[in-house]
């Protein structure tokens, strides 16, 4: 990294976690921790698949993992904009986003 590049990189934006999703990352974490591999582990591609029909499957086998409640509330938390997180697809999130930019 050049001097100039790291000079401006300082001034981008930084990352926050929000606090809520830090802990329901945590909790999610500590879930995942205490059972076999889930679903998703099996087959990332199609859990990251931006295709309709690869999301639907992804969230019908997320009915059925035991970590479909904390990981759909990291994915809410964090506002997960991407891929499908404890049976919730992008457009399942999409209000809950709309509401929190909304929120004074
Ligand atoms: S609920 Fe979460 S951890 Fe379980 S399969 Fe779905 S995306 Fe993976």
């Not at 606090?19 to 087959?43: F, I, K, Q, V």
């Not at 309709?52 to 059925?64: L, M, V, Y």
């Amino acid at each position: 990294m050049t001097a100039a590049v790291a000079a401006k990189a300082t001034q981008w934006p930084r990352c926050v976690t929000p606090p809520a999703a830090a802990e329901a990352w945590r909790h999610l974490r500590g879930t995942l921790a205490g059972m076999g591999d889930p679903p998703c582990a099996r087959a990332p591609v199609v859990w990251s698949s931006d295709a309709e029909d690869d999301q639907a499957a992804a969230a019908e086998a997320c009915r059925w993992c035991p970590a479909l409640g904390p990981c759909a509330a990291y994915a809410l938390a964090a506002n997960e904009p991407a891929a499908t997180w404890g049976g919730t697809v992008p457009a399942d999130r999409r209000p809950a986003r709309r509401n929190e930019r909304n929120t004074p």
